[in-house]
């Protein structure tokens, strides 16, 4: 592979073609130092996730380069999930309650989305099979109604977490974050000081157009992480290089599959590694 090809990789792995130049020529100054043509990459890949300037906005924000040797805590005790439809933020809450309950954690769930045609029933399901009471209204119920009701649930209760899902919106529909705002107003007028995390679902398979999802989201109710699913079935997901250095976000958790335990803490050196091996396999 030439540095050409190496560079239309990286686009094709939604990197970004910024990004990708300044990758190649790293990598380029670092091969000509001597290092064999993976190791240059390699480290041209990391150094984009562990620049100076961008350690300092992710170590504000709470991120660890390598998250996998201990717990991903939230910070508060509510966590409300956000995204587009059809990102799996439903599954990604059942495999969240499934990862914080493993880990000893009391867990409650508030099935927000209500306009979504079996939305509620859905989370409520994922709750019976993992133990995990879920909080729910009748479809078409305001959302912000039953996430005020779910807070104060979790204080009654005394659990350790509690995770709000909410209805998917495009992130273009300027309703619709106005609904998304109110929802994280409530949730503070229940519990003060919270919602202190705000993670948002992307699919992997999205590409670039997640980046500027998360730049909507992020501007509209401020986001604390972000989730990216389905980078079992994508050579794609080097979207999440731009998020981090042109956001701040850390990326909390990724998803590999389908089952409950395929949620896993982001390793960004394991994610470099797998960026690394997609190309070749193409």
Known sequence: MDWDDLELALIGA???????????????????????????????LLDQLER????????????????????????GKVLMIVGVNGVGKTTTIAKLGRYYTSHGKRVLFAAGDTFRAAGSEQLAVWGERLGI???????????????????????????DLLIVDTAGRLHTKHNLMEELKKVKRVID????G????IWLVLDAVTGQNGLEQAKRF???????????????????????????????????????????DDLQPYDAAAFVQALLDAPAAA
């Not at 042109?246 to 089952?259: D, T």
């Open 189 to 192: 007028k229940a519990d003060p």
């Open 14 to 44: 939604d990197v970004g073609a910024r990004i990708a130049a300044e990758v190649v020529e790293e990598a380029r100054r670092e091969r000509e130092r001597g290092s064999s043509f993976r190791d240059a990459l390699q480290k041209a």
């Open 218 to 260: 992020h501007e509209a109710i401020g986001l604390t992480g972000v989730v990216v699913t389905k980078l079992d079935g994508t050579g794609k997901g080097g979207i999440l290089l731009p998020i981090t250095r042109e956001l701040g976000l850390p990326i909390r958790f990724i998803g590999v599959g389908e089952q409950a």
């Open 133 to 159: 009471l879920t909080v729910t209204a009748e479809s078409g119920s305001d959302t912000a109604a039953l996430a005020f009701d779910a807070a104060q649930r979790r204080i009654a209760r005394g659990a």
């Open 194 to 197: 919270e919602p202190k995390e």
């Open 52 to 75: 100076d300037e961008l350690r300092q906005k992710l170590r504000r924000v709470g991120f660890d380069v390598d998250v996998s040797r201990r717990l991903v805590e939230p910070a």
